[in-house]
């Protein structure tokens, strides 16, 4: 029997096509990505993550067995070393602005939203993405690129296609694997509604840093 996850990606293709299609993933990988808008995109992201890994902790409170609860717990504490260390290399004085672009005000909040409102399987489905979409995507740039050497974003692509992101993205995935295996018809629906449209989301937050979006007035 195919696994809840392997299912659900299958339904999303088109959408990790799209990402890995998009130029600001081609232009990531070629090292030709204008540096303002990796600078935009690295000041938006460190917004998003310090968002995400409250949602993360949301969802390790309410998950019933022990080791679930402490795999969110440190997924969060670990986003906090990650962002720092990107921060470091990559966030230059002049890119930091605490405004969230709109696309990353909407990503986070309908986030919070899922993981206060709905139950704990719903709100493990709807931050997976997040894991996942970055691990594909580290792991098409790393498998892909011819300048693995030069590529002034290689600490970037680095992170996420490593062994440790890789064993997160694996344990994330089996957590939610594992709910699914118990929820009912109405819960299942509404994961997959949630991981969808989060998946959806990550395109937005590519495509927003790509066009350094802005609020409209
Ligand atoms: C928007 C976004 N999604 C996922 C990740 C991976 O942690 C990230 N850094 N940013």
Redesign the pocket.
Known sequence: MQNWYEKTRAKTEYIYQEIIMHDFVSELMQATLDKDTFGFYVNQ?SL??SE?KKALVGVGSKCHRAEDTQFFYESATG?IQ?EDALHKEFLEEQYKNTTPSPTCEL?NSYLARIVNNESVEIGAAAVLP??T??KEVGDFILANQENRDSNPYQAWIAT?ASDEFAQAVKQAINIVDTYALTASPESLAKMEEVFIKTSKL?WM?WDSAYKQEQWKI
């Open positions: 992201d998003y993550l995400y986003i990650v990503y997040c894991f979409i970055y996420y990550e937050f």
